[in-house]
């Protein structure tokens, strides 16, 4: 069987050694404290990948915080890991899946459809007593061959045409507080893209943590984007990363073809000629 949204800890735990498990623990606050904690305890046989270092590429003054990959370089990356195609990959956090999203989109925009996010993360790993370790894995190298799918993503030209257009439904995954421009703790402008509605990711979960129902998520979604086909849903926040948590939430409910403005608010602001809307 294979597994292409979430994943259940006690699912995970029977497949420790057939699987290939990727920690994606990181802080915005301190870009190192994820693989602080990998080396301190990870979940066995887990690699660790650095959201900055190995799923982003360099900052320039055109990009938002957080750039798409070189993807060739990546596809060496998960090659190194031990990443083929054939392999079922599950990818894990400690922020209710606010990193982890951003690999599992990454592998699905490569081709890669057999990747799931543990739900829970390492933390309901841990809460059902389930083994951690220090020792790092024994990895054997693979052959990853990338097969993009581009569509996956908008860049900001292109959500400038579709909202002029009417052809987007646009989704906002950071805080109400954000989205309306009231608080900005990270990027130097404050507001939203124009025609933005608001879902902060934070939403998708329960309070153990844990993804609400399909069905749930499915109800709540639908709601939002009214009338506007999932295929025409493009999600985004402060840099592309917690968006695909939303994108991830949708995947999950069914409602599946959307999109991420993968510059998301930081690149958007990076030219004066973009609208913000506050409020």
């Not at 990818?91 to 081709?111: E, I, K, S």
């Not at 879902?199 to 998520?217: C, H, I, K, V, Y």
Request: glycine share 8%; with cysteine; hydrophobic share 40%.
């Amino acid at each position: 069987m294979i597994h292409t949204t979430l994943i259940s800890a006690a699912t995970l735990e029977q497949h420790l050694d057939d699987w290939i498990i990727v920690d994606c623990r990181f802080s915005l606050a301190d870009t190192e404290a994820g693989a602080t904690a990998y080396r301190h305890g990870h979940i066995v046989n887990a690699r660790y990948a650095h959201l900055d270092k190995d799923l982003s590429s360099a900052i320039t003054d055109f990009t938002g915080r957080h750039p798409l990959p070189d993807f060739a370089l990546l596809a060496k990356k998960l090659g190194d890991w031990g990443i083929s195609n054939t392999s079922q990959v599950v990818v894990y956090d400690d922020a209710g899946g606010a990193f982890a999203g951003r690999l599992w989109w990454l592998l699905r925009c490569m081709g890669h459809d057999q990747v799931a996010v543990l739900d829970g993360g390492i933390k309901h790993w841990q809460k059902l007593g389930l083994p951690v370790t220090t020792v790092l894995p024994h990895v054997k190298p693979a052959i990853f061959r990338p097969y993009f799918n581009e569509s996956a993503w908008l860049t900001a030209l292109q959500v400038q045409n579709a909202l002029a257009r009417k052809t987007i439904c646009l989704i906002d995954a950071r805080t109400p507080e954000r989205y309306r421009g009231e608080q900005e703790p990270i990027d130097p402008v404050a507001g939203h893209i124009p025609g933005a509605l608001n879902r902060a990711f934070q939403l998708n979960l329960d309070s153990n943590g844990l993804f609400l129902p399909a069905e749930t998520l499915r109800e709540q979604f639908k709601r939002l984007i009214e009338t506007n086909a999932a295929e025409q849903v493009v999600h985004y926040c402060g840099s592309g990363v917690t968006a695909c948590h939303n994108l991830l939430a949708m995947e999950h409910a069914g409602l599946t073809g959307s999109k991420l403005y993968a510059g998301s608010w930081s690149e958007w602001i990076r030219s004066k000629n973009r609208a913000v809307a506050k409020g």
